[in-house]
Each structure stands twice: as structure tokens, then as C-alpha cells.
């Protein structure tokens, strides 16, 4: 057995990586919101990076343990606690059956992700654990969690190599007000130059209008020479979508696969940290930089990733019963 | 060599743009570039999604750089046209028109002014041309549906549609590869699952391809819904008789 869901959360939903090779055929990605911190949970337990994990909105779940298991919770800080102990987030940490994992109330970011060691035990469909509400597959029959839902672990482990060295400082902070990278395109060439130069100058306020699919934004309106409208064209994670109105919607993970809305702009990857951590009322600022620089910086974060990987010494968990190395 | 514009679509793709029109011709360019990019061994290559006017090339920048990748395509654009297309693929659909699968067959002829027949007969004459797929899982969006059977869409939506349910809104036509609501006037329903995320084709229609509906009555419907319930039915498709240039 596994985690007994005692309260789900708001949303509360299994994601991974996201559902690639199927865009072609009209299905969405999905995936989790917040990319890095998923990995980073996933280094910390020992597992491949981008082995599903619980990704919580908001507000968390309580799931009750009846096996024990090693877990992280990453990305924004929802106040976990085990058996009513405040326990750090980006950090492994063994969790005994029996015990309850709680939230108490958001103090930095939106979305916290929960990795537990050897994964769950969920389906794939289409090659993807990610829940994908809208066709309804993946994770727990394509829902969100409920209270009473049961889900597996594949390989738990009670304890685990380096766990004293499975953390690190937690990266989302409280704050307010972001600057997002940006790339410009595909259709940037159909916003006037005062357009192109309201959407780089001003600040731009997120609304209660964000959902797993997009984030609509309030602020000064983008100039379009002819209005917003397209022939559909294909729309990557992070798209920044202009349509006829003026105000952009920052297109997520579980947006569609293609759109007939100008796209004046798209996040770097790099900063997909930020937007997936984003709630009402922050505010952001875009800041225009070359596909060089973006494409450094996924680089460098990657580079990163590797290097925490070995930091923690990650063999995967499951390699490490036969052989006890001797210290 | 068509007038291709390479478009950043963020730092993990971009999309090549053939054009800017929904036409048959720039749809065949699209598909011939993505069967040549397929064949080319061109590192890095994540998933090609074509669209009605451009194909969006997922890549990896650990693999391959912006810069390098776009000078890769701009030389599989140069020998475009010394390589080898197939012919389009078309895929029989088999349906069974008007009755409780078909609720608005009869609105459809009254307001073409025809027989219900006559609708089927027109309906089933056409290859329709799979621009693209979006929407929900194995939506297609279709072109050429003769202008004669074109209907406004319901005042009403319906609630739920069952998948499978073929229908009309416009000048376009197209089945409902899911359970959900809509105003299409529904004419017919196929036995035929086009979405299934468990089988190992999960969909079965792709952008390129042509889709020709065929009419068949209840026998042949409950006979092909029994096979295709055991996963046991498969679609016939043929390549298209005319050249695909």
C-alpha cells in the first residue's frame, strides 16, 4: 500500500513531465506547472527526475502513510508538517507508516510538489503519468484527488543513502513582484511599436482568472496592427497570448495544443520557475533576451540539476538493496 | 524552394511558417517538409506538430542550437523537391447516417433544400483533407465539405454528444472523438473509436491525411462496435489515387 488521501486540497493532481508525442493529435502536454521543482524533489528522494509526483495548489492535501516511504516537498512553501511537525521543504525526509502529512497555509509560491521515493503507482497513458482533466486520463482516472483515494507506491524505501545531504536552501522566496524572461514571437511583427513597447515597459498584474491552463493578466493594453486573431498556429508552454482585447494570458500546462490568438512573446524555460509559482495579485514585468541567452540559461540550469544529483549521490534507490556499500 | 519564415516559438521550438492561408497546396508543402524532416536524421528533433499553415518543431537545445537547427532546415527546404513524398493516406470512415445516431439529418436537408439521401450522397462523395488536429484528442479540423449541405450550427448546444457522432457547423465537418458538448447538427454516428488512450495507435486520423466517410447500415454499425469494442476493428485506408502534388 501507499497514501490514504484524508482531505485532498484544492487541487490536488498527479503530474510528471508531460505527455509528449501526441501534440501532432490534438493532446495537450500537461505535466507539472513548475518543471524545476519537480526534478529538484525528484533528485532529493533518488528518483529519474521527472518521475511523477503529487502537484498541490494552493492549499495541500493530508495524506496518511500506511507504508513508510522517503518524500520531498519542493517548489512553493504550503507549510507541510508530519504528525503536526513543521518538516523543511527541499529536503528528503523518511516518513514512518502511519504518520500524516499535512499543510497549514501558504507562505511563499502557489504550488508545492511532493516526490516520493520509487514513485507511484499510477498508470501510464500515452507514455505519462500526468493527469490531463479536460480528456480525463492519466493520474487517478484523469481527476483531480479526492478524499478516500488510495494510491501506491512502486518501490518505497524506508530509509535512504545521504539523507543528511538530500537538501537544499528552498528556492521560491516571498515576493511579490517578478521579472520574466521573454523570447519575442511568433507574431510579435503584428503588434505596433507602441505595443511592443507597453508589453516590455509595464507591469502586469496577474488575476484570479489561473487555472493549469493559463494565467490571464491586467495591465495597459497591447497595441495590435489588425487585431489579435490568427489562422491557428501551434502553442508552446509559456506562449504569451495577445488577443484582440490587449490583455496576455500566459498559455500553461494544460493549455491547448494549438490557438488562433497572436502570440506576442514566449517565457525562456529557464523561467518557468517563476510563472508556475505565480498567484493573484503578483506582479510581473517582461524583459525582452535573445534565443542565445535563453537557451545559456536552460543550459546552465540543467548543468545545475546534474550537479545536485551527484551532491545528493543519488544512485536510484532502488539499486541500492543488493549491494550496502561500506563507508 | 517555398518562402519559409522560421518563427520563435520560446527556446525549446519554433514553428515554420509556409504561409498565411488555409489552402490544400500549403497544407502539401507542410506535409512534405515533415516527412522530410522526419527522414533526415536532424539531431535533437523532440515532436513535429503541423498546423494549418506551419509545422511547430519541438527540438532540444542540448542537442542542437537555434542557429544550427534553423541552418539544417533552410538546407532540407533546398532539396524539397528532389525528395520522395507518398501519396496521402485516406482513411474510410464508416457511418451510419439519420435515425437516433443522425438527430439532425432531416434539418439538414430542409434546410439545403434536398433529400436526406441526397445529403448522404454529397456528404460521402468528398475526401476531406486533414489540416490539422487540435481542439480535444483526435479533433480534426477538415476541409472541402461541399458548400450545398452547409448548416449554421444549433442555437442550443446539447449537453453531451457521444463520441463517434459525425456532424456539420458551418462550412466545416468532423466527428466528435470524445464525449462532450457542442452545436454541431449531428447526421450520423461512427462505430469507429478515433480516440482510444489505450490502445496502441491512440488516435487514428492524422494531419495530411484525407478522411472519406462511407454510409453503412445498422448491421454493419453493431458488427463493426462489437469489433471495435474488442480492439479488433481496423480502419481501411488507402493512398490516395491523385499525385499528391
Same mark, same amino acid.
Given at each position: 500500500m501507499s497514501v490514504t488521501v484524508l482531505s485532498p486540497g484544492l487541487l490536488t493532481t498527479v503530474q510528471d513531465a508531460g505527455r509528449t508525442g501526441y501534440r501532432q493529435f490534438g493532446v495537450s502536454v500537461s505535466g507539472v506547472m513548475d518543471p524545476r521543482a519537480m526534478r529538484i524533489a525528484n533528485i532529493l528522494v533518488g528518483n529519474d527526475e521527472n518521475e511523477a509526483v503529487l502537484e498541490c495548489t494552493m492549499m495541500g492535501p493530508q495524506l496518511r502513510f500506511d507504508k513508510a516511504n522517503v518524500i520531498a516537498v519542493t517548489g512553493g512553501d504550503l507549510g507541510p508538517t508530519l504528525d503536526h511537525q513543521p518538516v523543511a521543504t527541499y529536503a528528503a525526509f523518511s516518513v514512518q507508516e502511519g504518520q500524516t502529512l499535512r499543510f497549514t497555509g501558504? =507562505? %511563499? *509560491?502557489?504550488r508545492a510538489f511532493i516526490a516520493f521515493a520509487g514513485g507511484l503507482d499510477v498508470p501510464l497513458v500515452m507514455g505519462s503519468r500526468s493527469t490531463y482533466m479536460k480528456a480525463r486520463i492519466g493520474g487517478l482516472e484523469g481527476r483531480k484527488l479526492e478524499k478516500g483515494d488510495v494510491i501506491g507506491f512502486r518501490k518505497p524505501t524506508a530509509e535512504i543513502l545521504n539523507l543528511v545531504q538530500r537538501r537544499i536552501a528552498p528556492e521560491v522566496t516571498a515576493r511579490t513582484e517578478y521579472a520574466v524572461r521573454v523570447v519575442m514571437g511568433p507574431q510579435d511583427d503584428m503588434f505596433t511599436q507602441a505595443g511592443i513597447d507597453t508589453f516590455l515597459g509595464e507591469t502586469y498584474t496577474v488575476t484570479n482568472e489561473f487555472d493549469r491552463m493559463g494565467c490571464r493578466m491586467e495591465g495597459p493594453v497591447i497595441e495590435h496592427k489588425d487585431g489579435g486573431d490568427i489562422i491557428s498556429d501551434g502553442i508552446a508552454f509559456g506562449a504569451i497570448q495577445v488577443p484582440t482585447a490587449g490583455k496576455p494570458i500566459i498559455m500553461l500546462a /494544460? =493549455?491547448?495544443? %494549438?490557438? #488562433?490568438y497572436t502570440k506576442i512573446a514566449n517565457v525562456i524555460t529557464a523561467d518557468f520557475r517563476i510563472i508556475g509559482q505565480l498567484k493573484a495579485g503578483d506582479k510581473v514585468r517582461f524583459v525582452k533576451t535573445t534565443i542565445e541567452a535563453a537557451q545559456d540559461a536552460l543550459l546552465t540550469e540543467r548543468a545545475a540539476l546534474a550537479a545536485l544529483r551527484t551532491m545528493a549521490g543519488s544512485a536510484y534507490v532502488k539499486e541500492r538493496k543488493p549491494k550496502q556499500p561500506k563507508k | 524552394m517555398p518562402d519559409v519564415r522560421f518563427l520563435l516559438t520560446g527556446d525549446t521550438s519554433l514553428s515554420a511558417e509556409f504561409g498565411n492561408e488555409i489552402s490544400e497546396s500549403t497544407n502539401a508543402q507542410i506535409r512534405a517538409f515533415t516527412i522530410a524532416l522526419e527522414k533526415? #536524421?536532424?539531431? *535533437? +528533433?523532440v515532436e513535429l506538430v503541423p498546423t494549418y499553415r506551419s509545422c511547430m518543431i519541438h527540438y532540444d537545445p542540448g542537442v542542437i542550437s537555434y542557429r544550427a537547427l534553423t541552418k539544417r532546415l533552410e538546407g532540407l527546404l533546398g532539396q524539397l523537391g528532389s525528395i520522395e513524398i507518398p501519396p496521402s493516406d485516406v482513411l474510410e470512415v464508416p457511418v451510419l447516417y439519420g435515425g437516433e445516431m443522425g438527430p439532425d439529418l432531416a434539418f439538414v436537408a430542409e434546410h439545403a433544400g434536398i433529400s436526406e439521401q441526397e445529403v448522404v450522397d454529397i456528404h460521402t462523395s468528398t475526401e476531406y483533407l486533414i489540416y490539422m488536429l487540435g481542439?480535444? !484528442? #483526435?479533433?480534426t479540423y477538415l476541409g472541402g465539405m461541399s458548400d450545398k449541405i452547409e448548416t449554421p450550427r444549433l442555437k442550443q448546444p446539447r449537453v453531451k454528444i457521444p463520441a463517434g457522432s459525425v456532424g456539420i457547423a458551418g462550412k466545416q465537418t468532423g466527428v466528435y472523438p470524445i464525449d462532450s458538448p457542442g452545436g454541431w447538427q449531428l447526421i450520423g454516428r461512427t @462505430?469507429?473509436?478515433?480516440? /482510444? @488512450?489505450?490502445?496502441?495507435? !491512440? +488516435?487514428?486520423p492524422k494531419a495530411g491525411q484525407y478522411i472519406k466517410f462511407r454510409a453503412i447500415d445498422q448491421a454493419e454499425y453493431d458488427e463493426i462496435a462489437d469489433l471495435a469494442e474488442k480492439g479488433k476493428y481496423v480502419c481501411r485506408t488507402h493512398p490516395r489515387e491523385e499525385a499528391a502534388k
Open positions: 501558504l =507562505r %511563499t *509560491g502557489c /494544460d =493549455r491547448q495544443t %494549438t490557438g #488562433g | 533526415s #536524421g536532424v539531431p *535533437g +528533433i481542439f480535444t !484528442p #483526435g479533433f @462505430p469507429v473509436k478515433m480516440y /482510444d @488512450p489505450n490502445r496502441e495507435t !491512440p +488516435i487514428l
